[in-house]
């Protein structure tokens, strides 16, 4: 009885997670219809962030509908380096996680180029004692650093097939 107990409580509690990490099509709807109204504003006023420390964006960003839910890092290629070595440049910041952004099949993007350059493997190496907090140590370190460009893109992305359905 015990036993059935706890079944009955993980799987109510797993679905009621389920349902609280799901979006449904109208709220997509209305957080996609956000994301329109207020992108097109950091290209108004990128003239205010560029030069200054990205701290001043953040805090646009913050306050607004986009969410950033993954972060990437704009860095150089290791062909065109010397000795192979990836310099870090800029973030990517993304509204989704990875797993949505492929089941929904687009993303907002943010791109900002900063006036960095970071080695690679030293970057990820300060950001990696913040652990699960990974993303907000990405973004502290960058808050006093300042802001060469910012752009935004709504990325959509295609439908992937395999050999067989070629």
């Known amino acids: 009885m015990k036993k059935l107990f706890i079944l009955i409580f993980t799987l ?9 990490n799901t ?35 953040f805090d646009v960003i913050r306050g607004s509908a986009f969410k950033i839910r993954n972060i990437g890092t704009e860095k150089t290629s290791p062909w065109v380096e010397y000795k192979g070595k990836t310099w870090v440049y800029g973030l990517s910041l993304f509204n989704k996680p990875v797993q949505q952004a492929m089941k ?8 900002i180029i900063l006036d ?10 300060s950001v990696r004692p913040a652990g699960a907090a990974w993303m907000e140590a990405i973004v502290r370190k960058c808050l006093d650093v300042k802001v060469k460009d910012v752009s935004w893109k709504h990325f959509y992305i295609p439908e992937r097939k395999t050999a067989s359905e070629k």
């Open 104 to 111: 929904d099949k687009e993303v907002y993007i943010i791109r």
């Open 23 to 57: 979006q449904t099509d109208a709220e997509r709807e209305r957080e996609n219809k956000m994301l329109e109204a207020f992108l097109p504003t950091l290209d108004a006023r990128k003239s205010e962030f560029i030069g200054q420390p990205a701290k001043k964006l």
């Open 12 to 20: 109510c509690f797993g679905l009621t997670m389920h349902a609280q």
């Open 116 to 125: 960095v350059r970071w080695e690679s493997s030293a970057f990820w190496d």
